[in-house]
């Protein structure tokens, strides 16, 4: 099975050796997003609603690059410094997926790149 590569200016460029996404088959590796602003690749802002919402904007871009939607995604890895965001982050998940949701983990992790406070990677299976 081939692998293709997915890329988007509307999301960040990758800062390190990965791809956006990689798609096999049907099936599509996104690689962890954090909240930088694709234009400036700078982060957003201190205010972690702000910061989830661009990561979510940025998990967005990549999916629609790849030929789905955010709603095609079957599990979401969500890492977070700090887990008392987690209310937070589910009330933004909320504006972007519609039932039935994906599976999904929230990992409490030490640090991120760049400072960030959420970063967000996933799986997504395309429609046929």
Same mark, same amino acid.
């Given at each position: 099975?081939? *692998?293709?590569?997915?890329?988007?200016?509307?999301?960040?460029?990758?800062?390190?050796?990965?791809?956006?996404?990689?798609?096999?088959?049907?099936?599509?590796?996104?690689?962890? +997003?954090?909240?930088?602003? $694709?234009?400036?690749?700078? /982060?957003?802002?201190?205010?972690?609603?702000?910061?989830? &919402?661009?990561?979510?904007?940025?998990? *967005?871009?990549?999916?629609?690059?790849? %030929? %789905?939607? /955010?709603?095609?995604?079957? *599990?979401?890895?969500?890492?977070?410094?700090?887990?008392?965001?987690?209310? &937070?982050?589910?009330?933004?998940?909320?504006?972007?997926?519609?039932?039935?949701?994906?599976?999904?983990?929230?990992?409490?992790?030490?640090?991120? $790149?760049?400072?960030? +406070?959420?970063?967000?990677?996933?799986?997504?299976?395309?429609?046929?």
């Amino acid at each position: 099975m081939a *692998k293709s590569i997915i890329h988007t200016d509307n999301a960040p460029q990758a800062i390190g050796t990965y791809s956006q996404a990689v798609k096999a088959g049907t099936t599509v590796y996104l690689s962890g +997003q954090i909240p930088l602003v $694709p234009e400036t690749m700078e /982060i957003i802002s201190d205010d972690f609603a702000e910061q989830a &919402t661009q990561v979510f904007e940025n998990v *967005k871009a990549v999916c629609e690059a790849a %030929g %789905g939607t /955010i709603n095609d995604m079957v *599990k979401v890895n969500i890492f977070l410094p700090d887990l008392s965001h987690f209310a &937070t982050v589910n009330e933004i998940m909320a504006k972007y997926f519609n039932k039935p949701y994906p599976a999904r983990a929230a990992i409490g992790v030490k640090e991120l $790149p760049k400072g960030s +406070q959420i970063e967000i990677d996933g799986i997504m299976e395309l429609p046929e």
